[in-house]
């Protein structure tokens, strides 16, 4: 049994309960007494914890697009970001990407805590580049709410001398092909054009050449120069390709000097791809092991690689007893992304005289193609020593 001031201290304790507790109207009149919703009106309440959002980095760029202006092709501008960490905790900067090989750029520092800033700096590359250019700059940090910052620029690089065409682009060139282009450059402003030298250089210097064929006063372009000024210099470049060398891509730039302030040296890429205009398989007719008075057969196939059709003309054998018939022509159009392929298949006979030591010669199979028509192939016949068994199984179809 509790003492009377116990219970009146236990009542007291229970009234303030019950005004601090929600009461729920219930069927009749009565009210009841719901403890979990206590709980549920303090987590609504303003004053709670707002998880780890609240305490996460926050990576922040003040501008997030500069405008560089104007300027000369070839000459660099420098840019800068300024960041800062607005979170409440340690901001890491983890990557700095860039979208092209003509900006450079980096954090001036990687790690910033609440409320240190820095700087993305770096610096675009103007060379080879023409007109209006937009560049993005990807920032990775460890910014829950925001990985990755993009930064953009846009410069607008201007010509003294303008170049036509901007690069000489031969797509597929036979291995054997000699080919040349005409590029024309025109000074933008008043200033006679004056050129110094032509060089080439690059991964495939070797196989181009350039040189200067003439400079000449030329009427302006409308609007080109402001004032009174009508005319203008240019100066046309010869770019050619020397035949032979190895196959694959061919790779290179011209460089102009000239006596423009503005503009000293104008580069002029090149490309290609280099290829050989047939495939010939096998590449060597070889009759196998041959006794005197026997005739063997063999199948050649000949692939054009260039996309270029071919019919063959004739076949000069050189005075052989070796006879040859067109058995099937097709076209290979298999691959959408490639050129259809022309494809000829021959059969050549070889007839090995009474008096047959052996044969090594060379056929040549004629096209009807401009250059590139003379397709050498290597024969080869063995003579059959006595007791040596014909080998028929060697090389060809």
């Not at 925001?146 to 065409?165: A, G, R």
């Not at 060398?245 to 790779?251: C, M």
Request: net charge negative.
């Amino acid at each position: 049994m509790l003492s009377p001031r116990i219970q009146r201290i236990s009542f007291c304790l229970g009234l303030l309960l019950l005004a601090a507790a929600p009461l729920t109207a219930q069927p009749g009149g009565n009210l009841r007494f719901e403890p979990g919703a206590v709980e549920s009106a303090n987590a609504a309440s303003p004053t709670a914890p707002l998880g780890r959002e609240a305490d996460a980095p926050q990576i922040h760029a003040e501008k997030t697009h500069l405008d560089l202006g104007t300027v000369n092709e070839g000459e660099k501008v420098e840019f800068a970001f300024p960041i800062v960490n607005l979170g409440r905790d340690t901001l890491r900067i983890l990557q700095v990407q860039k979208s092209c090989g003509c900006t450079e750029a980096t954090a001036e520092k990687h790690i910033l805590q609440p409320g240190e800033s820095t700087q993305i700096t770096g610096q675009f590359d103007s060379h080879g580049r023409r007109g209006m250019q937009h560049k993005i700059i990807t920032v990775s940090s460890n910014d829950p709410k925001n990985p990755s910052l993009q930064l953009t620029f846009n410069v607008n690089v201007s010509q003294t001398v303008l170049v036509e065409p901007e690069r000489v682009s031969w797509g597929r060139i036979s291995v054997e092909e000699a080919t040349t282009q005409t590029v024309t450059l025109r000074s933008a402003s008043a200033e006679p054009l004056e050129i110094k030298e032509v060089t080439v250089d690059g991964p495939a210097a070797e196989r181009i050449w350039a040189r200067l064929i003439d400079v000449r006063p030329t009427p302006a372009v409308a609007g080109q120069l402001d004032g009174e000024t009508s005319t203008t210099t240019e100066a046309r470049i010869a770019v050619g390709i020397k035949p032979g060398g190895e196959t694959g891509t061919l790779q290179g730039r011209v460089l102009v000097r000239t006596n423009l302030e503005q503009q000293p040296v104008v580069e002029i890429p090149v490309l290609g791809l280099i290829t050989v205009p047939y495939v010939v398989s096998p590449t060597i007719l070889f009759f196998g092991v041959m006794a005197p008075a026997t005739t063997v057969e063999r199948t050649l196939v000949l692939q054009s690689m260039d996309g270029e059709p071919f019919e063959i003309e004739r076949v000069d054998v050189s005075g052989l007893p070796i006879e040859w018939k067109l058995i099937e022509q097709t076209e290979d159009v298999s691959t959408p992304d490639r050129d259809p392929r022309s494809i000829k298949r021959l059969q050549f006979s070889f007839t090995a005289p009474e008096d047959f030591e052996g044969l090594e010669n060379e056929i040549q199979i004629i096209t009807d193609r401009k250059g590139n028509n003379i397709i050498p192939v290597r024969t080869i016949a063995r003579s059959a020593k006595p007791g040596e068994m014909l080998d028929d199984a060697l090389g060809g179809e």
